[in-house]
């Protein structure tokens, strides 16, 4: 009994020794298959640069898909990649800057073509745009109340022709506020006429009132005219009354 125990526990013991061989013969293999031992500080730095140079490859690959789904812009660096581990190729951070180069001057094409289509849209709408301000102003000058403030003017330049006229015939000069005030009068005169021809067109000397204005622009520029010469010895008093 002690026979046959004793060479169960050997054989099981011889067993177990077989089983346990195997592994350690695995772990020595794979020891040194894997285990790259001690590195230096050149293959860790070469090892950083390689992975660096990946990302920023991913990194430009990223922004070339996403500026295509954007703007259907397709960068030439897309159509023969260049791998950055080969040898004398060129490295991830020249990518980067020529394809942001690239990037900025697509956008400023397609800001000058935006500008430019741009002003000629708007110089084919200019004749309506023209239109529209030309009735706007027609608008304003025909109303009730244009028609009040140029009556207005109209009877505050009669009272200082009137005024006029009587100082110079009493031989004395008008007062300098009265001339200003008579300045003022025949620039509204102006401007109100000026208004009415840039509204209307020509077609307005077609109107009696109208060519009725013309004229009192007209003599009251001779007016002006004559004042300021001295040297001319002659009433002009019927000049004022023509006005």
């Not at 004793?6 to 054989?11: I, S, Y």
């Not at 401007?191 to 020509?202: D, H, K, N, Q, Y």
């Not at 109208?210 to 001779?222: E, I, K, P």
Request: hydrophobic share 40%; aromatic share 8%.
């Amino acid at each position: 009994m002690r026979n046959s125990r004793g060479g169960g526990q050997v054989a099981s013991l011889w067993r177990v020794g077989e089983t346990k061989r195997p592994m350690r013969r695995w772990s020595t293999c794979t020891q040194n298959t894997f285990d790259p031992g001690p590195a230096s500080p050149s293959s860790i730095a070469k090892r950083i640069s390689v992975r660096l140079d990946n990302e920023l490859a991913q990194i430009a690959d990223a922004f070339e898909t996403i500026s295509s789904a954007e703007s259907g812009y397709s960068s030439p660096l897309s159509a023969s990649p260049v791998s950055p581990q080969s040898p004398g190729a060129i490295g991830a951070g020249d990518v980067v800057r020529q394809y942001s180069g690239e990037r900025r001057d697509a956008s400023r094409q397609r800001f000058h073509r935006a500008m430019t289509a741009g002003f000629i849209s708007s110089a084919a709408h200019d004749p309506e745009i023209i239109a529209s301000y030309r009735h706007d102003l027609d608008k304003i000058l025909s109303s009730n109340r244009a028609d009040y403030f140029i009556g207005c003017v109209i009877l505050a330049d009669v009272a200082l022709t009137i005024i006029e006229i009587d100082a110079r015939a009493a031989g004395t000069l008008p007062p300098i506020s009265v001339e200003a005030l008579s300045m003022a009068c025949y620039i509204i005169y102006l401007i109100e006429f000026c208004a009415r021809l840039l509204a209307r067109g020509l077609p307005i000397f077609l109107d009696f009132w109208s060519q009725l204005d013309f004229v009192v622009l007209l003599v009251g520029a001779l007016q002006l005219v004559v004042d300021n010469i001295g040297q001319m010895q002659f009433d002009t008093g019927f000049i004022r009354i023509l006005r």
